[in-house]
């Protein structure tokens, strides 16, 4: 198994809370709905992930040095204790079960009661249409996390594959008896789904009992998928070649 560690900058009370795992996947959906509630629940950083496997950068935000593997956490809202792990690459194949691993024993350390995963996902023979709402399904690792489903209306996902640090949580879950429940949402895999993400945090809101203004996020869908639409038509009349570029992403 590949090292990875977890630094605790300051000791935190998350007996009780939840813990949400923001790493990237198909639309950057995990990113950027991790992203989008440190920032909407006024969550600071008290931690982080490392590992002489991970990439060798600093991620600099607002003239701070960052860890390409975060952790953020607070109780923002009635008594709600949460934590998120957030990263911008996506983690190798090696990596995956290390990561999944020491988030799963740091959950079960502090005493956590639930563990959130949003992932994006690709529905065949879906075009790059504008909808006003993107689909969300979910799937619990345990009855009790199976029936929060249903207690909520919130879909379940009956048949497929999740993949990634998702899947092994859900996996661990299962057999350690620990409520992980991974929320899927349709997104586009050629750009950051913005629409996607804010269906994921609709799903987690209505989980934890928290509101959380997503319209911003609705908003920035829209910008994107006008301007993509701008290029189709545009792209439309000319002859295309292949120079080893590689896709263009929004």
């Not at 977890?6 to 198909?26: C, Q, W």
């Not at 991620?59 to 809202?77: K, M, N, Q, T």
């Not at 409520?179 to 994921?200: C, F, G, Q, W």
């Amino acid at each position: 198994m590949e090292e990875v560690t977890l630094i605790e900058f300051k000791e935190v009370d998350l007996k009780g809370g939840t813990i949400i795992a923001g790493f990237p996947s198909i639309g950057l959906v995990s990113t950027i709905a991790a992203n989008y509630l440190i920032d909407s629940l006024g969550l600071k950083q008290i931690g982080a992930m490392d590992s002489k496997f991970f990439p060798t950068l600093s991620v600099v935000h607002s003239a701070e040095p960052l860890s390409p593997v975060r952790i953020y956490a607070g109780i923002p809202d009635k008594g709600k204790k949460i934590a998120i792990f957030v990263s911008e690459f996506r983690p190798k194949p090696n990596l995956i079960a290390p990561i999944a691993d020491v988030i799963m024993d740091w959950a079960e350390k502090k005493g956590c009661k639930l563990l959130i995963s949003p992932e994006g996902m690709v529905v065949e023979g879906k075009e790059m249409e504008v909808v006003k709402r993107e689909s969300a399904y979910a799937i619990g690792s345990t009855e009790d996390a199976r029936n929060m489903l249903i207690q909520r209306g919130i879909p379940q996902f009956k048949n497929g594959i999740i993949a990634g640090v998702s899947g092994v949580l859900l996996n661990k879950g299962k057999y350690k008896n620990f409520n992980v429940i991974s929320i899927l949402a349709e997104a586009h895999p050629n750009y950051p789904d913005a629409r996607a993400a804010a269906a994921t945090i609709e799903v987690i809101a209505s989980l934890l009992d928290l509101e959380i203004n997503v319209a911003p996020l609705y908003e920035e869908a829209e910008r994107i998928e006008q301007h993509l639409q701008k290029l189709h038509k545009q792209a439309k009349p000319v002859v295309t070649h292949d120079h080893g570029l590689g896709p263009m992403y929004g």
